[in-house]
């Protein structure tokens, strides 16, 4: 008697992909007031010690002492101008040309040297300064949070 053999065809493939939608967001995003200030004290600190000016002044002047470095001279400077630390006068009685203040990299080296210790300290201690502050007023800024969420304000403090 013959056997009967039955081949069954080997299905190989991987498993289905299950699609995934991406679902809504259920709560809005908000703005924390918070980590805003911690920010912009951080940058102070940076903008203090490479380029020996607080932040405000560095977003919104120009033309200050040569050892100050504001961000018109930093685009000025990777625009291809003069970074703004250092420019050729006229000419002296004697044929030599008159310069002023220091290249770029040496302008941001002595604000490092100058201000670099302060800088480090700020980096450090302000972010240890928030945590503790956010552990300490936990829960008066929860029922604020609470406050403005039912306000319809996108904030957090």
């Keep these: 008697m013959a056997k009967l053999i039955t081949v069954t065809p080997m299905t ?45 002044e560095f977003i919104g002047r120009s033309a200050m002492a040569p050892n100050q470095i504001t961000a018109r001279e930093l685009i000025s400077g990777i625009s291809g101008g003069s970074f ?34 302060a800088m480090v300290g700020s980096l450090i201690v302000i972010p240890a300064g928030f945590k503790v502050f956010n552990r300490l007023t936990s829960k008066p800024r929860s029922t604020l949070n609470k406050a403005l969420k039912m306000s319809g304000l996108p904030l957090k403090v």
């Design 12 to 56: 190989q493939g991987m498993a289905r992909r299950r699609t995934r939608r991406k679902s809504t967001r259920r709560t809005p995003k908000t703005f924390n007031l918070a980590s805003l200030a911690e920010s912009a004290l951080i940058a102070n600190a940076v903008t203090q010690g490479f380029f020996n000016v607080n932040l405000q």
């Design 84 to 117: 703004g630390t250092s420019f050729k006068g006229g000419m002296a009685p004697s044929g030599i040309q008159l310069t002023a203040g220091a290249p770029f990299t040496d302008t941001v080296r002595n604000n490092l040297t100058n201000n670099g210790a």
